[in-house]
């Protein structure tokens, strides 16, 4: 699985000028998903992201997780982030998952991440054209990569 965060001051999803999740101050995910991927990846990334501390405390320094700044997380399906690019120009997405298991997967984050980690999570909506809108405050980025 691969994960870019994204700490935002904002963010927001869309499909067919429909709002489907916004939030303030928190993450937003950018989820891709592997065939590999099972329910031991699920457990190993929602526990890296909900401890995951990159928001500032009282000296500036990023040592808070989301739980402790009560932020919410956005979390995107993008299968994009398994793009082959090394021949050619048009990207292959042959390493991203079969879509049905792809969706059980992102859903079973999203999930592990409310009950486990009692986070707030808003979702877009798998397999669907989405316009995504954010802030990203920082700009502070991670990229997780379950593999690495």
Known sequence: MRV???????????VDDQTLGAIQEG????????????????????????????FADEEGKLNLDIKQVGGKILSISQF????????????????AAQPDHGEKIYLALNQKLREAYDLD????????????????????????DSEE
Request: net charge negative.
């Open 4 to 14: 870019i965060i994204q700490r935002v001051s904002q963010a927001s999803v869309s």
């Open 27 to 54: 993450f937003m995910l950018l989820v891709g998903v592997h065939d590999d991927d099972n329910e031991e990846t699920v457990d190993y990334m929602a526990r890296k992201i909900a401890k995951m501390r990159i």
């Open 80 to 95: 994009t982030l398994y793009a082959r690019t090394r021949k050619g120009n048009r990207p292959s997405f042959v390493d």
């Open 121 to 144: 999570v808003e979702e877009g909506q798998f397999g669907a054209d989405m316009q995504v809108s954010l802030t990203n405050d920082g700009p502070v980025t991670i990229i997780l």
